[in-house]
Structures are given as structure tokens and as C-alpha cells.
């Protein structure tokens, strides 16, 4: 049997290790990535072509995978000059892997089945620690036909893949995770303090929140540690946190639904933004609640 030939467009944290699974796995036949250099680096380490548009990435691929920033990013990958739409071969699938807003993504999905195409939303539950591990959960919005085809791909790169519904469901679900996660980092960034203004050593304060605590998860077990030593490297930018927040803020504004916690903490990782915290990874919201020098 012929194997499907994959596409990658986006190398950041994400698309570059779920574009080496890929590979590993013999499936990647190329990458695009807005940096061109970037593509190149990968193109050499990992043997596969370094495309200069998505058009050509499209037209030498099967499926395309898109793993980038915002929907502004997505659009101009998809439907940009050179973009996704210009090359694309009837039958082929586009997985979309992004965290966007589901009427952009519902959109961008009519647009390539209108070129005789098929699109999934595929976000992501899981940082880059698991997208190495192959651990990722990916929620799935398409018919039940794109969701299978999608899953012979995505089983190389993900744990756990599940058909939420058509789509834009995929994102759906995406948001809710996010609304849930962007309020309990803040919330551990504030006891992570509360520990220290009462004297509590950084270890009791450690293994409170990330092994005793009847709310510790798999989440304050890896930002806790970050909190703590200083180490905001990124494994998730506290941009992307506020951007998905601001998604979802647009999405309720049109339902009438309260989110009281969101809503703060949308605010919260704005002013953070403000402080030059965008590129950090999200745990470095707690610097908004140290006193500055
Ligand atoms: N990191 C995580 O833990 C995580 C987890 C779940 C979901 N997500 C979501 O997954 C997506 C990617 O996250 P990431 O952490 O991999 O992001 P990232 O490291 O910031 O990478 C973003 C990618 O998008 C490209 N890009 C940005 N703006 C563009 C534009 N206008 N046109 C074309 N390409 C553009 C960047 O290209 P350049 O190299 O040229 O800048 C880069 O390849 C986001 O939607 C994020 O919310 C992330």
C-alpha cells in the first residue's frame, strides 16, 4: 500500500515536533514555515524538501497539517497569495492543528471544500513535553469521514484522538479546556505566593501542589516546578493563552453566557502582555503578582 504524503506548514514549538513524529514515522514528504530559514534547518537535520509556499507544499502533498499561531496566520497560509488553496490536489485533506476561532476555521473549511478538498479543526490538548512523547490529545471537528482519514495521520504524532462532532467542535472543545487552564495557572501562581508569604519552603510548597493537594493535575505538576526555579522557557506562550481567552470571550459575547473567571483572567494575561511577558511561557503570569523593584 502507498503510503499518504504529508505536509507540515508552521515549525514552532508544536509543528516542528509533531513534523519530526511525522517523519519518524515515514509519512513527512515536506514542511513549509513563514521563516524560511527555519524550514531549511529542519529540511536538513530531517532529510525532507523545504518548500517556499504552501501552494507547493499543497501540491506535493496528500494531507496538509497546519500547526500555526492565530487565525490570521492561518488564513494567510490557507488562502494568502502562494497559500494552501492554489496548490491543492482534489481529495486532499487539511488538518488544521491550530487554536483559532471556530467561524474562522468553519469558514476556511467551505472555502477548501469548494476546490473539491476536506478539512478537519485538530487542536491540541498537550504541550511540547507531549507532542515528544506522542501523548497529545487532539479534539476532532469534521465529518466522519475527514475524522478517519485524519486519524491514520495523527495516530504517528497523538495518544488520544477523538471525534467531537463537525466543523468548528473541535475548537469548541479546545476553548473550554483553555478557559478552564488559563484560570488554574493563575490560580496556582497565587498560591504558589500565598506558600511563600506564610514561610513555607519551595519544597513543601512543591510537593503540596503537585503530589498531596486534592487539586494538584498533571498541569501544576509542570508549571509549579517553572514557577518556582524561575524558568519561564516556553512550552506554551502566555500569548497564545490570552489570544485563546480573547477567543473565547468573542465566542460568549454572541451567547450572553457569564464567565466571570475568564473574563479575569483574560485581563490578567493582558496586563501581563503590557509587563513584556508575551514570549514567556504562560507560568510567568506570576510575575504580575511579585512586587516590582
Ligand atoms: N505550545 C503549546 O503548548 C500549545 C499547546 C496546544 C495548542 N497550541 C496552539 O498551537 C498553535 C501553535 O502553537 P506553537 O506554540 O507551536 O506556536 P509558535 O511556537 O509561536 O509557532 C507559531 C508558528 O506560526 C507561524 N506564523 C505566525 N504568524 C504567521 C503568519 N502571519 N503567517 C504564516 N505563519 C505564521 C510561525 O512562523 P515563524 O517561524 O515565521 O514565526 C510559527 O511557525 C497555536 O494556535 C497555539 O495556541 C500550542
Sequence with gaps: MTKVK???????VMGWRIAKNLRDAGLLIGIYNRTFDKA??????????????????????????TMLSDDEAVK??????????????????????????PSTSIELANMVRSRGGDMVD???????????????????????EAF?????????????????????????????????????????????QLGKSFGLSDSVIL??????????????ELKVPKMLSGDYSVQFALKHMRKDLDIVN?????????????????????MAERMGLSEEDFAAILKILIKQQ
Design 122 to 144: 485538530a487542536p491540541v490538548i498537550g504541550t511540547s513535553v507531549a507532542v515528544e512523547r506522542r501523548e497529545i490529545v487532539v479534539l476532532v471537528g469534521g465529518s466522519e
Design 250 to 270: 468573542r465566542e460568549v459575547s454572541m451567547r450572553g453566557v457569564p464567565i466571570p473567571m475568564t473574563s479575569l483572567a483574560l485581563q490578567l494575561y493582558r
Design 76 to 101: 494567510s497560509v490557507i488562502v494568502g497569495n502562494d497559500g494552501v488553496l492554489n496548490g491543492l490536489r482534489t481529495g486532499s485533506l487539511v488538518i488544521d492543528m491550530s487554536t483559532i476561532s
Design 207 to 220: 510537593d503540596l501542589l503537585t503530589k498531596l493537594s486534592s487539586a494538584r493535575s498533571p498541569t501544576s
Design 40 to 65: 531549511l534547518r529542519f529540511g536538513r537535520e530531517f532529510g525532507v524538501e523545504a518548500f517556499k509556499t504552501p501552494s507547493e507544499l499543497a501540491r506535493a502533498s496528500d494531507v496538509i497539517i
Design 148 to 192: 478517519n482519514r485524519a486519524r491514520e495521520v495523527l495516530q504517528y504524532t497523538a495518544k488520544t484522538i477523538v471525534h467531537i462532532g463537525p466543523n468548528g467542535y473541535g475548537l469548541y472543545a479546545k476553548l473550554i479546556n483553555n478557559a478552564l487552564l488559563g484560570s488554574y495557572v493563575i490560580a496556582l501562581a497565587e498560591t504558589v
Design 6 to 12: 504529508v505536509g507540515v506548514a508552521g515549525l514552532g
